[in-house]
């Protein structure tokens, strides 16, 4: 199947590449970024550099492109950049897709749409609290490119499936609270979290097999799934990183109720992925410790990152 990355640059979209390929795809890249020597090292990619805002060559790009995966988006929290920009980058792929004909669009969107967790667990059912979300203007970038690929998809028949994911990693795993805490973990210093706080990780394993399921299957146009591996406290994550740290850190949890730290470390994001499961027969590869250990080893790669800068 001739599949286009779009954002294929970063860390999704290079695993993703690799993966497709293996599998005997043939894969396109369209990013703003310059081709990387890991591109360039790999098998024949084409790889298209521009932006999305540019309507003439997302058309080019998707000519004879049976599916599109769309990974690009700024990751800006201000309306100008993402309503000229994002969205309207979001547009002109949406009108190319339904122009060429495509048969699948994947969209990744966020957990973020959700806007805080209020039912446990997050089924795609849960209510989309946009105004509550930690970053509203993300959350709400993001929904409306969701609200978008389910109108292309019933009135110019785009076949657009929406995937919602917390937080994927692969070799390595970034983030500014993570980082923050393998910084104390560093300097022997106190790790404090809420108590059951934590989410549901994302192998880019789990991550490109649920994509290649949806790539033969039939009728999941305009669904919404969620999707996961495991779920990790923020407490499991910090005995992780004190053990990569060597730290003498203690880990001090803090009721929720008189947490002073970042919300994003009092907030419990259980997504359920039950409904791809059931309908796309979705279900993590590995044992819970073998996906603990694949994140030991991504956190292991934080740390070296970190250390490095710090010199």
Known sequence: MRILIVGGAGEVGKYLTSFFMRRGHEVSILDRAPMLPAVVQAPPVKYLRGD???????????????AIIHLAWSFADDAPTIFNEDIRGHIHLL????????????YTSTAVVYGRA????????????????????????????????????????????IFRFWWAFGDTISGRHLRDLVKKALNHQ??????????AFLTMTDLGKVMDLLLWKQGAS????????????????????IRLTNSK????????????????????????????????????????????????????ACVTQVIKEGK
């Not at 907030?267 to 410790?289: I, M, Q």
Request: proline share 5%; hydrophobic share 40%.
């Open 95 to 106: 009108e190319a897709a339904a122009s060429a004909g495509v048969r699948h669009l994947l």
């Open 190 to 199: 106190p790790l404090e979290m809420v108590r059951g706080a934590g989410g």
């Open 249 to 300: 850190s203690s880990i001090d949890l803090i009721p929720s109720d008189r947490w002073k730290g970042p919300a994003f470390l009092n907030e419990v994001w259980d997504l359920s992925w039950d409904k791809a499961e059931r309908e796309l027969g979705y279900a993590p590869e590995g044992t819970r410790e073998q996906m603990r250990s694949q994140l030991s080893k991504a956190l292991q």
């Open 118 to 161: 209020s039912m446990h667990p997050v089924t795609e059912s849960h209510p989309c609290l946009i105004q509550e979300a930690r970053k509203p203007l993300y959350g709400l970038g993001k929904y409306t490119a969701e609200e978008l690929c389910k109108v292309y998809c019933r009135d110019r028949k785009v076949p657009a499936t």
């Open 222 to 241: 305009g669904q919404v799934y969620n999707v996961g591996s495991l779920f990790l406290s923020w407490e499991e994550i910090a005995g992780m990183i």
């Open 52 to 66: 999305i805002t540019d309507a003439t060559l997302v058309n080019a790009a998707v000519q004879g492109t049976e």
